[in-house]
């Protein structure tokens, strides 16, 4: 009989008692559908969608997400809000040998209506049915996949930007889902643009998605309309004293809320790299995720950035738009100001390195690290730069991408309302990573486009790809990217509401699949009622597009060290060290008996061997030579 262990709660995002039903006089606004006597409340008008919280008491497990990492498997059951003489505990069972067994039950918190389990020493390699109960028939049912290391090939689905403006059912992207049947589920952020009302924003959501993740691991991350924030710059947790004046850093709403949404969110994410609390004893969740040899690493894109209204002038409608042709651009890249914050590329930095498992890399994320758009909220406003997206700051976003690029890892974002594919530039065009960002799943709420003044291409345009505006540019704030492709929407077909089948508004969800052996992934990016069954055709166009793993380290060479083979090793990691600096210039997968690594200066380098970290053997002093150079190289392990 599998042995099982249920853990307690973690303590992580200062979770409530199970008295607690509503965060106090001074909130009464947040999640009033599903807080105090909710089931005597009535909705009407725009908020008569609210009222789907009250079901029958045989449906009241909404859904659940869940996790697989490491052996341990965490799961969030969310429920719809309950009456006051019902049970506050759900009850987790599994099929073993054919027969469902309980194997332990949670507590519900009545802020956000979630509870949670945690089961370590799992075996990965089965997949096991499951169901969450309450009372004697509620019930919702669904498998833990297996953790499948042994595949080739794993797809990812990439999907964000859930708009309140259509509150139907996304049956057509879940049926496409189905047939692609994605390893894992990433949504990105905008889960719900319901501000104040979360809890239930999150319940449609996971309803409407649900007969797709109760069958695989799914990653949902928080942005911000989903903690109730137009944007949002977290400066480390800090209080914002006005909702109006939260672009100069922090959290409006009370910080019970903002715990609620993470814990709703993320607690089923694989436990917090670093978990100690930021301001307000908001707590964190970035951390690593391997899926079936592809490591992921979850990065909080907002929650230590800073805010840049007071910190630079004004220049546009409002402190994060730019239009002022008169501006400098270096001038807004300011000392003292973050992006990601020292923890996490501190964060990113180990995780570079550590190959534990991992066949390739990937870095999930809100948001693309570039201001790829050119038109925003309507067709008729142009921005010239956009401090919402990681383009901003730029020194912050070149150490982001610098650390990603010492993983050679892909990166997958959504927030945009835009689909692009981009190469970054970090000192040069072309000599970052390559990021994906998904389209809208409704892209009905802030239209955007990629539209350049004047019409022109970009230098070195993508080859026979059947958009005009392709190659490379500078966003509005100077940093280097090169546009691969883009979806934009209809100018005249973006607007809010209900729309049709034919509605040309850039929606939809994006696929990326992994291809472990070659070290590639082919990225897709699929119409929100397209028939994935006609195949690439149906796709935006512009894709599919296939890269190589080592083109997200796209530096030119300067030199190279000797061809190297290894003895007593597969595929082994390599890490390469400038010596002069002291500067990892990468470490990565080696998929073959032989490996030349290149370098960007010459001089002497430091080669670290190993199979998960590159600690089993180091040779110190390898001289650089020109790339006709023959020299050989056997670096024994064992």
Same mark, same amino acid.
């Given at each position: ?19 607690? &039903? ?343 994320? &809100? ?144 696929? &990326? ?53 290894? +003895? ?62 023959? +020299? ?7």
């Amino acid at each position: 009989m599998i042995k099982l262990f249920l853990a307690t709660l973690s303590m992580l995002f200062g979770l409530l008692s199970l008295s607690a &039903a509503d965060f106090g006089p001074d909130w009464e606004q947040l999640d009033t559908a599903v807080n105090g006597r909710w089931w005597e409340k009535t909705h009407t008008g725009n908020n008569a969608w609210l009222e789907m919280v009250k079901v029958p008491r045989d449906e009241v497990v909404a859904f659940a997400v869940y996790t697989v990492d490491r052996r341990t498997v965490k799961m969030t059951a969310q429920m719809y809000p309950l009456y006051p003489d019902e049970s506050r505990e759900v009850r987790l069972e599994l099929m073993i040998d054919g027969v469902w067994q309980e194997v332990g039950s949670a507590p519900i918190y009545e802020l956000g209506w979630s509870a949670h389990f945690r089961i370590n020493g799992w075996d990965e390699s089965k997949s096991v049915p499951y169901r969450v109960r309450h009372g004697g028939e509620a019930q919702f049912e669904g498998t833990i996949r297996a953790n499948d290391k042994s595949k080739n090939e794993i797809v990812v689905g990439n999907l964000s930007c859930n708009s309140r403006w259509d509150r139907g059912d996304r049956n057509a992207i879940v049926a496409n889902l189905k047939k692609l049947d994605p390893d894992l589920l990433f949504f990105a952020g905008d889960q719900t643009y319901d501000h104040t009302e979360h809890t239930s924003g999150w319940i449609l959501f996971g309803t409407q998605f649900a007969a797709i993740i109760k069958d695989r691991p799914t990653v949902t991350i928080p942005d911000d309309h989903d903690i109730g924030q137009g944007n949002l710059w977290g400066e480390g947790g800090i209080k914002a004293d006005t909702l109006r004046d939260h672009n100069k850093g922090g959290y409006y709403y009370s910080e019970d809320y903002v715990r609620t949404v993470e814990r709703c969110q993320t607690w089923h994410l694989p436990d917090a790299y670093d978990p100690t609390p930021i301001a307000q004893g908001i707590g964190v969740y970035y951390t690593s995720y391997n899926v079936g040899g592809i490591d992921f690493a979850i990065i909080e894109d907002r929650k230590f950035k800073s805010g840049p209204s007071g910190k630079i002038p004004d220049m546009g409608p409002r402190p994060d738009h730019i239009n002022d042709p008169s501006y400098i651009r270096s001038a807004v890249d300011i000392e003292g100001v973050h992006l990601l914050g020292p923890r996490q590329l501190a964060f990113l930095r180990n995780w570079s390195e550590d190959w534990t498992g991992a066949d390739m890399k990937c870095v999930l994320s &809100a948001t693309n690290f570039a201001g790829a758009v050119h038109l925003h909220g309507s067709f008729e406003n142009r921005l010239l730069a956009d401090l919402d997206s990681n383009g901003w700051p730029q020194t912050g976003r070149k150490n982001a991408l610098t650390e990603m690029r010492r993983g050679m890892a892909f990166h997958l974002a959504g927030d945009q309302h835009l689909s692009v594919m981009t190469r970054h530039g970090i000192e040069n065009w072309r000599d970052g990573p390559v990021t994906f960002v998904s389209p809208a799943i409704v892209n009905s709420i802030y239209g955007r486009w990629w539209w350049p003044e004047g019409g022109e291409s970009g230098a070195n345009p993508v080859e026979e790809s059947p958009l005009p505006w392709t190659g490379d540019y500078e966003d509005g704030l100077g940093n280097k990217i090169t546009m691969l492709a883009y979806a934009n929407p209809d100018p005249q077909a973006n607007r809010r509401g209900e729309r049709g089948p034919d509605d040309d508004w850039a929606d939809g969800f994006g696929i &990326a699949r992994f291809f472990k052996d070659s070290q590639e992934v082919v990225f897709e990016c699929w119409p929100r009622y397209s028939d994935v069954s006609k195949g690439h055709s149906a796709q935006f166009p512009g894709w599919p597009m296939r890269f190589k793993m080592s083109d997200n380290d796209g530096r030119d060479p300067a030199a190279y060290l000797p061809e190297l083979s290894f +003895k007593g090793i597969e595929n082994p990691v390599v890490q390469v060290i400038e010596e002069s600096t002291g500067n990892v210039l990468y470490t990565t997968r080696v998929k073959s008996k032989t490996y030349r690594p290149k370098v960007y200066t010459n001089g002497k380098y430091t080669i670290r061997v190993g199979e998960g970290l590159p600690i089993l053997k180091t040779v110190k002093g390898v001289q650089s030579v020109a790339a006709s150079n023959t +020299k050989k190289m056997t670096i024994s392990v064992r």
